[in-house]
């Protein structure tokens, strides 16, 4: 594989350049892009504990598991390749299969390939006997991967303007200083500006965006805004997956500015921010000592 390309992969080029591709050419992809993929796919550090599966599905492969063809109601065109997101049931599943599945996607990004999450418009019983998942598994979401066509369908192009696809919340919405009620500035965040904007930019379940954090002193407390809509129309916490994503990119992008730390659960009762309203505890980013 291509081991230049793994050491040199800019998290943050793949984040800003990133969007949702749901027009594909009818292309397979090359062996050795499939296997760097795939061998990529193997590497990924996690927060959490529950296990992760990404699955590499091919319509050929697709078919002959499940006599069916790969469904999607119409919304990707042309996808020769999936990628299915497979977790093990336990705390904080959802958010460490969105994780990891958000490092795939842009490394994908970064290879010059499409890619667009899917949680809600693809067929998931076949997708779910197609990649074998066991009872104390589950799959919540896939996405298709290979080359962008150069003209979009007519879903593509309503999907883009339906859910707003390039709009971002601004800064003041979405991350806070000390409580909920005043707005963290780019230069109180200091060397935090860059993650957090790359939290701003992440794709999100009808792009509602729903991460929320919190500085406190050193510590960034990270929190969902749930939207019942959302999350009860595929039947799960998909927002959770979000959360997940957040998560990615502000780990991806601190590295990337040499700001190093891990994550932690705090004890929900030991939390300076109580969770109020529609505001649920996610978890924690504590920065490693300098030096
Ligand atoms: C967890 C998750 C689930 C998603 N599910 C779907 C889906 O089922 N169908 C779809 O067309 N787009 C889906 N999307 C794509 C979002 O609509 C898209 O990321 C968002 O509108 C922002 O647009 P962008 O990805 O082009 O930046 C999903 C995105 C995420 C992160």
């Known amino acids: 594989m291509n081991k230049k390309m ?3 992969f800019s998290a943050s080029a793949a984040i800003r350049s990133r969007k ?7 292309l397979l992809l090359p062996a050795e892009k499939k296997a760097e993929l795939e061998e990529f796919a193997t590497s990924l550090e996690r927060p959490f504990s529950p296990r992760v599966r ?7 492969f697709f078919q002959a598991r499940t006599g069916r063809k790969i469904g999607t109601y119409g919304v990707i065109k042309g ?4 990628i299915a997101g497979v977790v093990e049931k336990g705390a904080k599943d959802l958010e460490q299969v969105g994780f990891i599945f958000e490092k795939l996607v842009l490394y994908a990004t970064a290879m010059g390939l499409g890619t667009c999450w899917l949680g809600g418009t693809f067929k998931r019983s076949g997708f779910e006997r197609a990649a074998a998942v066991g009872s104390s598994e589950m799959l919540p979401i896939v996405s298709p991967v290979g080359y962008e066509a150069e003209k979009k369908s007519f879903m593509d192009s309503a999907l883009k303007v339906f859910s707003g696809s390039k709009k971002r919340k601004p800064w ?3 991350f806070f200083n000390d409580n909920y009620d005043s707005p963290l500035g780019e230069d109180v965040a200091g060397a935090y500006a860059i993650p957090l904007e790359m939290v701003r930019l992440a794709p999100s379940a009808s792009n509602k965006q729903p991460w929320r954090i919190v500085k406190e002193g050193t510590e960034w407390h990270f929190f969902m805004e749930y939207s019942r809509l959302v999350n009860r129309s595929v039947g799960f916490d998909i927002q959770r997956v979000d959360m997940g994503i957040a998560m990615s990119h502000f780990e991806l992008a601190a590295a990337e500015e040499g700001l190093h730390g891990c994550w932690k659960l705090r ?7 109580p969770e109020a309203g529609q505001l649920r505890y996610i978890a924690t980013w504590f920065p490693a000592p300098a030096g």
């Open 6 to 8: 793994n050491s040199s």
């Open 20 to 26: 949702s591709v749901r027009t594909y050419k009818p």
């Open 54 to 60: 990404l699955v590499f599905l091919d319509e050929d």
């Open 79 to 82: 996808a020769r390749h999936f």
């Open 172 to 174: 003041e919405e979405l």
């Open 267 to 273: 004890d929900r009762a030991s939390l300076p921010f």
